[in-house]
């Protein structure tokens, strides 16, 4: 079974602060995607990674950057954190076009 | 308008009855076909994936596509409580998408004992 694990189930942040959220997956995937999740605006991609130190803009990125400097780990970094961004935070992966989802991190930004 | 669209619901069924679940998408290019099942408070979770126009059954679910009216839809047989989540429709939207997903916003589910 594909195993994707994210570094906190809930956390806690004041605003201006830097924020690292960690993702990563066993099963060797080519793909990782972070996405936000808000109640009624869905599922919106911020970024995406198809190769090591290689990232793509999603829907979202402003406000966020990414890391990828092994495959098999994903980070999300908020440089100054604010209030907007406290949401659901999902991270997953795929080798084709079929995504799996992490846990999960529920980020409150006070 | 958006490219995956799901009436957001709730849908409610009795426990045994059959549960119907639509989604329209926009990109005649699309290839692939994707139904998550999400419970509240926790992550989407793959149940279903479909390719090719038809039906696709597994277990109690079952996936229908109709590529040339541009739908995909999820049915569930025998409706339980615990079924009661919001079900994610996600499509692959074209050939330059690479492995990108396009979700639709989700339908409510509640099935009632």
């Known amino acids: 079974d594909v195993k994707v694990t994210q570094s906190s189930r809930y956390l806690v942040k004041r605003t201006g602060e830097k924020v690292f959220l960690e993702c990563v997956q066993d099963m060797d995937h080519e793909n990782m995607f972070w996405y936000r999740q808000d109640p009624g605006l869905g599922l919106r991609l911020i970024y995406f990674?198809?190769?090591?130190?290689?990232?793509e803009k999603g829907d979202i990125p402003e406000g966020y950057s990414v890391s990828r400097e092994k495959k098999e780990r994903f980070s999300l970094i908020l440089e100054s954190a604010s209030t907007n961004q406290t949401s659901m935070y999902l991270c997953?992966?795929?080798?084709?076009?079929?995504?799996?989802f992490g846990p999960g991190t529920r980020l409150t930004v006070l | 308008q958006k490219e995956v669209e799901q009436n957001s619901g709730p849908l409610s069924v009795p426990e045994g009855a059959i549960a119907s679940l639509n989604c329209t998408y926009s990109d005649r290019g699309s290839q692939s076909f994707f139904w998550y099942r999400q419970y509240s408070g926790k992550s989407p979770e793959l149940i279903m994936f479909?390719?090719?126009?038809g039906d696709k059954e597994d277990g109690r679910f079952t996936a229908q596509l109709n590529k040339a009216s541009q739908y995909v839809s999820l049915l569930i047989r025998d409706s339980q409580p615990s079924d009661s989540a919001t079900y994610l429709c996600a499509v692959n939207v074209g050939m330059n998408a690479g492995n990108m997903l396009t979700f639709g916003g989700g339908t409510r589910l509640m099935v009632k004992p």
């Open positions: 479909i390719y090719s126009n």
């Open positions: 990674s198809y190769d090591v130190k290689m990232k």
């Open positions: 997953a992966s795929s080798l084709w076009d079929e995504q799996f």
